[in-house]
């Protein structure tokens, strides 16, 4: 988290945490990224503008639910140390150099300071 993070409308979010069989919560239990999609088009319905992500692995659902959400325009935010990839340098690459370009990357302990309505 940095000065230029952006406060978490509580009222307007959705926390998807993910695992590649069976979703922890939210609705994902495909690795592919399917149902993030239906998931996703929940949030819509529900006037959900940002998504906290959080899952295993990395390169695998999270990679696919943040391309798809990022595609939708959702603020996202990935809790680097709530997701998990068999390959360290797998996630470091996807936490620092990829996922930035589409949201937030943020650590668990940042989480309640930034659920503030804006």
């Given at each position: 988290m940095n000065e230029t993070?952006?406060?978490i409308d509580p009222h307007h979010t959705m926390l998807l945490a993910m695992d590649y069989q069976a979703a922890v919560v939210g609705s994902i239990p495909e690795p592919d990224g399917l149902l993030a999609r239906v998931a996703v088009a929940i949030a819509t319905a529900r006037g959900v503008d940002t998504l906290i992500l959080a899952g295993i692995a990395t390169s695998g659902v999270v990679l696919s639910t943040v391309r798809d959400a990022a595609d939708r325009d959702y603020r996202l935010y990935v809790l680097e140390d709530g997701c998990f990839d068999r390959d360290p340098?797998?996630?470091?690459?996807?936490?620092?150099?990829?996922f930035?370009?589409?949201?937030?990357?943020v650590s668990i302990v940042d989480l309640p300071?930034?659920?503030t309505p804006e």
């Amino acid at each position: 988290m940095n000065e230029t993070t952006p406060n978490i409308d509580p009222h307007h979010t959705m926390l998807l945490a993910m695992d590649y069989q069976a979703a922890v919560v939210g609705s994902i239990p495909e690795p592919d990224g399917l149902l993030a999609r239906v998931a996703v088009a929940i949030a819509t319905a529900r006037g959900v503008d940002t998504l906290i992500l959080a899952g295993i692995a990395t390169s695998g659902v999270v990679l696919s639910t943040v391309r798809d959400a990022a595609d939708r325009d959702y603020r996202l935010y990935v809790l680097e140390d709530g997701c998990f990839d068999r390959d360290p340098a797998v996630h470091e690459l996807l936490m620092e150099k990829v996922f930035p370009r589409q949201g937030y990357v943020v650590s668990i302990v940042d989480l309640p300071d930034l659920l503030t309505p804006e």
